[in-house]
């Protein structure tokens, strides 16, 4: 094998891992992460990087290719990296997922394999597999000549790949990026917009569609942009402006305004209607997010005289549900526009029973006890301070839903040095096809 960048070597994909990449091995034993391959690809590969025990490659040319590669509907699979997996079978597929998360419990977690076996339930999904994102972002760039265009991250994230679709966004609206990346690079061709990205939200519920243009603070030409927007794609849609400041890798929301239509968009998830505002998170696959409340909520089976909690809560997902089972509920959001989108999410649904607390959820765990506890936190998981205040709680049952398998096993594993919960099952639940990413719904239970 070449020892140097950029040295050719021929490689066996054995399977992906948690990310983009397949995995192989060198004759040697060396693992090798190439990029480009999926699992069963025979592929000559160049080297673009080695360490004592790691290389990382690219794959040039497929010279037998994978039983499990399949025809896919996007032309960028493999440049685009937003549908890294999209050549891979879903048989394929899933099992790479359920073997990841099993990979992370036994590496991470300190499971045993038999354990691990018992533990993870099988992968749920819901029926699509393409058309499924209600949400995607565009990011703009300069091209020949100077003209700027808008497009998505390619595998290198430093490129910007020209689309006119996208297989993965809501099917019901096929020619809405066309439209939308066109009207905004001819506005910007001839005057600067000072856009950061784009985000598009379509709901095939509702109806709703939403157009955000992120921006600095500033000057700028609401009136021709609403109007070009709303000839271009619809004078139903919603179209604001999110303005943000601060530094490049810490950038935050100070404002938003409505340029045209609706200041908020809405989607119908389980029996709720929820409104979401354009700087807020939402599942951007709404049916398989109602596998994820389904698993909540068969978890901790709430009862009408039971507190509960629900931290890191966003706009309210977890919270409307258990605030129609349960006696009260304490949600705890630290970003303030998903506390106003929950606040006005409880007003629109009715309910008054809900504490919501606005804050970091160590530093603001409720005072109230809980009888049943639900957390989502963000992709860097629990804080060791909050397992420890969890563990303080009386709470019988809790559900963890979290979108990383390896920050999952690292908690899972302090809840079980801790004593007080233990893991019952863990159910991933596929939000992300034609990706590696995978969301995990666990029960742990009072041991």
């Known amino acids: 094998m070449p020892r140097q960048r ?124 393409w058309g499924y994102r209600n949400k995607i972002e565009l990011a703009p760039t300069t091209g020949a000549g100077g003209k700027m265009f808008l497009g998505m991250h390619g595998r290198d994230p430093r490129q910007i790949i020209r689309v006119d679709r996208c297989p993965l966004f809501e099917k019901k609206f096929p020619k809405v990026v066309k439209a939308v990346a066109g009207a905004l690079a001819y506005l910007g061709n001839s005057r600067d917009l000072g856009l950061e990205r784009v985000g598009i939200r379509a709901s095939r519920r509702t109806g709703a569609l939403e157009i955000a243009l992120w921006t600095p603070t500033g000057g700028f ?60 998170f939402f599942q951007v696959n709404t049916g398989a997010a109602e596998i994820l409340i389904d698993l909540v909520l068969d978890a901790l089976k709430p009862r009408p005289d039971e507190l509960a909690m629900d931290l890191y809560c966003g706009a309210g997902t977890f919270t409307l549900p258990l605030a129609r089972r349960a006696d009260y509920v304490s949600a705890v959001e630290s970003y303030g526009p998903a506390v106003r989108d929950l606040r006005r999410n409880l007003e629109r649904a009715g309910l008054d029973n809900v504490d919501v607390i606005g804050g970091d ?69 596929d939000l992300f096809p034609q990706t590696f990413h995978c969301e995990t719904v666990v029960h742990l239970s009072r041991a």
Not at 65 to 92: K, Q
Not at 251 to 270: D, K, M, Y
């Open 6 to 129: 950029g040295g050719t070597m021929q490689l066996t994909i054995e399977r992906m891992v948690y990310g983009p990449d397949g995995l192989a091995h060198t004759p040697e034993g060396k693992t090798v992460f190439v990029a480009g391959a999926l699992a069963g690809d025979t592929v000559e590969a160049h080297v673009v990087s080695e360490e004592k025990s790691l290389v990382r490659a690219v794959a040039d040319r497929i010279v037998e290719p994978s039983p499990e590669r399949v025809d896919t509907p996007c032309p960028f699979v493999g440049v685009c990296g937003g549908c890294p997996w999209g050549g891979l079978s879903r048989t394929a597929q899933r099992a790479a997922k359920e073997e990841n998360l099993k990979s992370a419990l036994e590496r991470i977690g300190g499971f045993e394999r038999a354990e691990v076996e018992e533990l993870v339930a099988p992968l749920r999904s819901s029926k699509d597999v």
């Open 221 to 280: 030409p609401r009136a021709q942009v609403a109007r070009v927007l709303a000839d271009a794609v619809s004078d139903r849609a919603g179209v604001v402006r999110v303005m943000s400041k601060g530094e490049k890798k810490a950038r935050r929301v100070s404002a938003t305004e409505v340029l045209a239509g609706r200041s908020c968009w809405n989607e119908q998830i389980g029996e709720e209607e929820m409104l979401i505002s354009a700087p807020s």
């Open 361 to 429: 959820a160590v530093r603001e765990f409720p005072d109230a006890d809980a009888d049943v506890l639900v957390v989502d936190p963000p992709r860097a998981g629990l804080a060791p301070e909050a397992i420890e205040l969890i563990a303080e709680t009386s709470a019988r049952d809790v559900a963890y839903v979290s979108c990383d398998p390896a920050t999952l096993a690292r908690d899972l594993k302090r809840f079980r040095e801790q004593g007080i919960f233990s893991p019952v099952r863990a159910t991933p639940v």
